[in-house]
């Protein structure tokens, strides 16, 4: 597709599922970018990858979370045992180059996380 | 750590309006400076950048100048339009893509 594709759009889960949510980058792009919105706030960094190499997940804010882009294209972003303060939207971005000085970032629209 | 303040909306005008949404940052370098915008319904969107003090960014009638003395990315449109309503977000990143973003300020444009 043209840009970065996210899926779902919105995701409803009790707590306590797991979930996980998609994302397609743009056709060739090397980096890929996680990031968590909570309403109200900024997107905050979770983790990135360089291919399929997963080169920070400083990010990560326990260990109940798990990214991974096994052929450097699609990436997932797994949530093992949801709770309610994981309820923001999760975007995807990814851009054509490793990380320099400044390099573009396209984002996908994001997937909508509700925690009832 | 870094950090970016930006102030706190809704903005509220009218068309055609002078705009300036104010950012100011922490950083432990010499950061690149980014207003992202996110229309509704849709992604962000890099609205404009500059990676050295001094510089300016411009894009669709926006600009902010990166002024080092000030830590300070400000956001600045001379005559808004309804089609300007959105969340625009100001961040930064030192050497490296992970971006730190502010907290966005919604503007809402009146006709």
């Known amino acids: 597709g043209a840009g970065v594709s996210q899926s779902p759009r919105y995701k409803v889960a009790k707590r306590g599922q797991d979930v996980a949510l998609r994302c397609d980058p743009i056709?060739?792009?090397?980096?890929l970018f996680w990031y968590q919105q909570a309403l109200g706030q900024g997107p905050e960094f979770l983790t990135y990858?360089?291919?399929?190499?997963?080169?920070?997940k400083s990010g990560l804010p326990s260990d109940r979370f798990f990214a991974e882009r096994p052929e450097g294209s699609v990436s997932t972003l797994k949530i093992q045992r949801t709770q309610q303060e994981d309820s923001a939207v999760y975007l995807c971005?990814?851009?054509?180059?490793?990380?320099?000085?400044?390099?573009?970032?396209?984002f996908g629209s994001g997937t909508q996380l509700s925690v009832l | 750590g870094d950090s970016v303040t930006q102030m706190e909306g809704p903005v509220t005008l009218s068309e055609e309006a002078f705009l300036t949404i104010n950012c100011t940052y922490t950083?432990?370098?010499?950061?690149?400076l980014f207003w992202y915008v996110q229309y509704p319904g849709e992604g962000l969107q890099l609205l404009l950048k500059?990676?050295?003090?001094?510089d300016k960014g411009s894009n669709k009638g926006f600009e902010a100048t990166y002024r080092k003395e000030t830590t300070s990315f400000h956001l600045e449109k001379g005559s808004v339009q309804v089609s300007d309503s959105a969340v625009y977000f100001c961040?930064?990143?030192?050497?490296?893509?992970?971006?730190?973003f502010g907290t966005g300020t919604r503007l809402l444009v009146s006709p």
């Open positions: 971005a990814s851009s054509a180059m490793p990380p320099g000085a400044g390099e573009k970032l396209f």
């Open positions: 056709s060739g792009h090397v980096s």
């Open positions: 990858f360089q291919n399929e190499a997963q080169l920070d």
């Open positions: 950083a432990t370098g010499y950061p690149s």
């Open positions: 500059a990676t050295k003090a001094d």
């Open positions: 961040a930064l990143s030192e050497g490296f893509q992970k971006l730190v």
